[in-house]
């Protein structure tokens, strides 16, 4: 009876776990279908007019051996200041997303709102990066904010042995209203 349970059980399980990073894999296709022609090392996430907190994300890659990582594509989509990354069957599941390329120093920016965490559920607020560069492939980290009250201690220590790549930034706020972070990464090789 137990193998009859394994075998008819075990893949659902797979099958389960595996298919939300099916459908991810594909919003991501899907995503870069919409990338600039053009690509600088200043860009924007989230339109001027998006209601929000204004953030500006200053990045700096770094490659393995920690030299500026000239050339870099850097990828980045988060939620809005409600928690959603965009309305109810909405075409383009990533409403705010945006693409820059490092300059020769291995720095970029974005200029974006300040996401907010999902609703209803324990997860810090953050920002999804993906780094694509010829020496390491596409490399996956989630850019998160210091002193959000949910990077509990715990969360942070599940996050990490899930072995997940989360980038904790301190954030400082302008005289303005707005708010920036400094970013640093290293590249890790394949």
């Not at 974006?112 to 996956?140: D, E, K, M, W």
Request: proline share 8%; aromatic share 8%; charged share 20%.
């Amino acid at each position: 009876m137990r193998n009859v349970v394994e075998r008819l059980f075990v893949p659902m399980i797979a099958v389960a776990l595996t298919a939300p990073l099916i459908a991810q894999g594909q919003q991501w296709e899907d995503a870069q279908k919409r990338k600039p022609a053009h690509l600088t090392s200043h860009e924007r996430i989230a339109p001027a007019n998006e209601p929000g907190t204004p953030l500006t994300i200053h990045g700096l890659v770094l490659d393995a051996a920690g030299k500026p990582a000239a050339g870099v594509e850097v990828f980045a989509y988060h939620t809005d200041r409600t928690g959603l990354y965009s309305a109810p069957n909405a075409a383009d599941p990533w409403r705010l997303k945006g693409w820059a390329v490092t300059d020769a120093e291995g720095r970029f920016e974005f200029r974006t709102i300040r996401p907010a965490p999902y609703p209803n559920r324990p997860i810090p607020a953050h920002v999804h990066v993906t780094l694509s560069a010829a020496c390491c492939g596409r490399q996956f980290h989630e850019l998160m904010f210091e002193g959000d009250p949910l990077a509990t201690k715990e969360y942070r220590e599940r996050f990490a042995s899930a072995g997940e790549h989360g980038i904790y930034a301190t954030v400082n706020r302008g005289a303005g209203g707005g708010e920036d972070v400094n970013y640093t990464v290293r590249l890790r090789t394949r």
